[in-house]
């Protein structure tokens, strides 16, 4: 009887991935390291999320795009169940070796249907949001759905330690041996090259983000009114979508508002956020809570002191006194007293920052680190390695 070979590794090019998140913007902006590795190994990517400008980016580096509705606001059990049928659907024709999902929806709903289709999931939780921010009937919700659909997938990623633990102490997880803690989703440190901070007379503050109220824009607002008359050349800007698809969202009649009264500078919204971060002397994110904030990494690997608040996620990538500084969360007056601080520091102080910011990204947020978890995982699923 002939003695059958063992069948060899499988090629790269068979291996086919999903990530599905509720916008695609996300997708390309926080995952083109890992987005670029598979691409250019051979890899068969396709991204599941609702449509934006991003698809036609995201079909030029080699990946496919596929249309998902998703209600980011509220909890209609109609409309959720549409996502839930539409992943399903996707998983059974896609027959992709291993599904990564983002933000709460596609978690939720998406490591249910991935479970039904028999497709390997993973859950990476970017950020709790509303659901450990408020105390709603729908955060309630939002909770048990969590606790039911958090059983399916192969692994649970977070990327901070509050995050992890919040799940843990709340019994939201019935693997708790599944859950992996990421730190982060890194950033490109020769995309976000150092850069040495500007020499001018005037002091320029910018908050980076989706403009929600959630993200302390209010908070803000409200230091900025406070110092403008004592430090006449310090500006405050805000860079990032207004009117979003969120429970959270600043109208653009509130930004509106905010520029006749001549407290803060609009900047719009961009696709890339580097220049801006290279003309500020300070970014700012009073958020009341986050995963762990790309805004923060990137402007630390630029060399710029931060000012965030004492939260989960913030506290991650700043540590106070060394590359920036931090405040109580929902406090103007604690703003305040923090912008104040970094106005008075003496630009060998602030440069001082900058430095040992640059240097704590490239020990401890380095993208290349993230995307070898991803090759890790992979290669344990699907026994494949790229």
């Known amino acids: ?15 086919r991935v999903a990530l599905v998140c509720n916008t695609a913007w996300a997708i390309y902006t926080y995952r083109q390291g890992l987005l670029r590795a598979l691409t250019a190994a051979g890899a068969q990517v396709t991204i599941i999320a609702p449509r934006d400008r991003t698809f036609e980016p995201l079909a030029a580096m080699g990946c496919r795009c596929v249309e998902l509705p998703v209600a980011s606001k509220g ?6 169940l549409g996502t839930l049928r539409a ?31 028999r497709v390997p999931s993973v859950a990476v939780t970017t950020g709790l949001g ?14 048990l759905l969590y606790r039911f659909a958090f059983r399916f997938p192969r692994e649970v990623w977070f990327l901070n330690r509050d995050d992890e633990a919040a799940f843990k102490d709340q019994n939201l997880l019935a693997h708790p041996e599944r859950a992996r803690l990421l730190h982060g989703e890194g950033v ?60 959270s969202a600043i109208s653009r009649e509130d930004v509106a508002a905010w520029e006749r009264e001549g407290v803060i500078e609009y900047l719009g919204e961009t696709a890339d956020v580097r220049p801006f971060i ?22 630390s690997a630029m060399g710029r002191p931060i000012v965030a608040t004492d ?30 601080d970094i106005l008075e520091t003496n630009r060998a102080g602030r440069e001082k920052m900058s430095d040992l910011g640059r240097k704590k990204i490239e020990k401890e947020f380095d993208e290349r680190g993230v995307v070898q978890r991803y090759r890790e995982l992979i290669h344990q699923i699907t026994g494949v390695t790229f």
């Open 1 to 15: 009887m002939a003695i059958q070979p063992k069948p060899g590794p499988r090629p790269v090019s068979s291996l």
């Open 75 to 80: 909890t209609n059990p109609v409309a959720d």
């Open 87 to 117: 992943l399903y659907r996707h998983y059974r024709a896609l027959k992709p070796d291993v599904v990564f999902h983002y933000t709460i929806k596609p978690n939720i709903y998406g490591s249910v249907a991935a479970w039904l289709a």
């Open 130 to 143: 509303y659901v450990f921010i408020q105390k709603s009937r729908a955060a309630q919700v939002a909770k």
């Open 188 to 247: 490109d440190l020769e995309e976000y090259a150092f850069t040495p901070l500007p020499e001018r007379d005037t002091f320029a503050f910018v908050l980076i983000g989706r403009l929600l109220w959630d993200k302390g824009v209010g908070e803000y607002v409200e230091a900025a009114r406070a110092l403008r008359a004592r430090y006449p050349h310090a500006r405050f800007r805000l860079l990032g979508p207004v009117g979003v698809d969120n429970p």
């Open 278 to 299: 290279a003309d500020a002397d300070c970014v700012v994110l009073p958020s009341y809570r986050e995963g762990v904030p790309r805004t923060l990494m990137e402007a």
């Open 311 to 340: 939260v989960p996620g913030c506290r991650e990538v700043v540590e106070h006194g060394v590359n920036g500084l931090l405040c109580e969360a929902r406090n103007a007056a604690s703003l305040t007293a923090r912008l104040t």
